[in-house]
């Protein structure tokens, strides 16, 4: 695996956020955004959160719905080799946890 410096992650995060767009960010996550590395998280609410990770070799990315109690985290639902153009949908339905369930928005 090839290790990308800062200046290339942060290029990589907002490219991630571009992708998203402001309104499926805010509608998400109420515009909260945690970015570190290759991956961007939007923490949703009641312990949920999206995960979208960058795979560089592939050039798609993994939406993971995340619920995290205490120190343990659980996937409640994954999708990979999700492209560009089907980013901000995908993240949106993983972001839905009361609207849409995992085998939803995964298949």
């Not at 990308?4 to 309104?23: F, P």
């Not at 492209?83 to 298949?107: H, I, P």
Request: proline share 1%.
């Amino acid at each position: 695996m090839i290790h990308l410096d800062t200046d290339q992650e942060r290029q990589v995060q907002k490219e991630i956020i571009r992708q998203l767009g402001t309104m499926n960010i805010l509608s998400i996550s109420g515009g909260r955004v945690q970015a570190r590395g290759l991956r961007v998280k939007l923490p949703v609410s009641n312990g949920y959160s999206v995960l979208i990770e960058y795979d560089e070799g592939m050039d798609t990315y993994t939406v993971s719905r995340i619920f995290k109690r205490g120190n343990s985290e659980w996937i409640k639902g994954q999708l990979s080799n999700v492209y560009c153009d089907q980013l901000a949908e995908v993240a949106y339905k993983a972001g839905m946890f009361r609207s849409y369930s995992a085998e939803e928005w995964t298949s």
